[in-house]
T-cell receptor, first 111, second 113 residues
Framework: DAGVIQSPRHEVTEMGQEVTLRCKLISGHNSLFWYRQTMMRGLELLIYFNNNVPIDDSGMPEDRFSAKMPNASFSTLKIQPSEPRDSAVYFC?????????FGSGTQLSVL | AQSVTQLGSHVSVSEGALVLLRCNYSSSVPPYLFWYVQYPNQGLQLLLKYTTGATLVKGINGFEAEFKKSETSFHLTKPSAHMSDAAEYFCAVSEGNTDKLIFGTGTRLQVFP
C-alpha cells in the first residue's frame, strides 16, 4: 500500500486565487482528517469525515474553506479566495484501529 | 473538551543521555493518549499509544511513556538518545475511542554529539 498520498506537495499562489488540495486515503480506512500546521498554532484539526460523511467541521476557520469526500478513497480541501494567512502545511490523515496515517503534507504559500 | 499541554517547545540533550518530553492532558472521560513523531518535511508517524490496560507503554525506537491518571500526565522517555531521534514530537489525546484527535503544540528534540 502506498500510504496516504497528498498533492500537490508544494503550492504557491497569489491572494484571491482558489486553491484545491487533494488527498488519497489508504484503502479500507474509513475516517479522513484534515489538519493545518503552522508555527504559531501547531497542528489544528480542520475537519474530519467518517464513512464519507463530515462529522466535525468546527475547526474550519471560515466559509472560505470547504472540504469534500466524494468517495471512500479521495478528499479535497478547497480555499476560495485564498489569503496570505492561509499559508501553512496542510496534512490529511486516514485512520484505522486508533492509529492515524499521515500524508507528507502540502506546503501552501499565499503571496 | 479535551486538550493537551506539552511543556517545553525545545529540548536539547547529548547523545546517550536520557530523553524526557512532558505531556499533560485534560479530558472529561477516560482518554486515549498518543505520541507522534515528525521528521523534517514528512507527516507524523505514531510512536506509541495508550488506550486501556498497562499504564507503561512501549513504542518504536526505544521510546516509552507512562500514563499517570493522578497527575494527568503521559510523559515520553528514552533511556539513551541517538542522533536519529532529532525530530518534533507531538502528544495527542482523544476521548476514548472517538475519531477526534487533539494534538499538543509539539516539542522539538535536538541531540548533540
Amino acid at each position: 500500500d502506498a500510504g496516504v498520498i497528498q498533492s500537490p506537495r508544494h503550492e504557491v499562489t497569489e491572494m484571491g486565487q482558489e486553491v484545491t488540495l487533494r488527498c488519497k486515503l489508504i484503502s479500507g480506512h474509513n475516517s479522513l482528517f484534515w489538519y493545518r500546521q503552522t508555527m504559531m498554532r501547531g497542528l489544528e484539526l480542520l475537519i474530519y469525515f467518517n464513512n464519507n460523511v463530515p462529522i466535525d467541521d468546527s475547526g474550519m476557520p471560515e466559509d472560505r474553506f470547504s472540504a469534500k469526500m466524494p468517495n471512500a478513497s479521495f478528499s479535497t480541501l478547497k480555499i476560495q479566495p485564498s489569503e496570505p494567512r492561509d499559508s501553512a502545511v496542510y496534512f490529511c490523515a486516514s485512520r484505522t484501529n486508533e492509529k492515524l496515517f499521515f500524508g507528507s503534507g502540502t506546503q501552501l504559500s499565499v503571496l | 473538551a479535551q486538550s493537551v499541554t506539552q511543556l517545553g517547545s525545545h529540548v536539547s540533550v547529548s547523545e546517550g543521555a536520557l530523553v524526557l518530553l512532558r505531556c499533560n492532558y485534560s479530558s472529561s472521560v477516560p482518554p486515549y493518549l498518543f505520541w507522534y513523531v515528525q521528521y523534517p518535511n514528512q507527516g507524523l508517524q505514531l510512536l506509541l499509544k495508550y488506550t486501556t490496560g498497562a499504564t507503561l507503554v512501549k513504542g518504536i525506537n526505544g521510546f516509552e511513556a507512562e500514563f499517570k491518571k493522578s497527575e494527568t500526565s503521559f510523559h515520553l522517555t528514552k533511556p539513551s538518545a541517538h542522533m536519529s531521534d532529532a525530530a518534533e514530537y507531538f502528544c495527542a489525546v482523544s476521548e476514548g475511542n472517538t475519531d477526534k484527535l487533539i494534538f499538543g503544540t509539539g516539542t522539538r528534540l535536538q541531540v548533540f554529539p
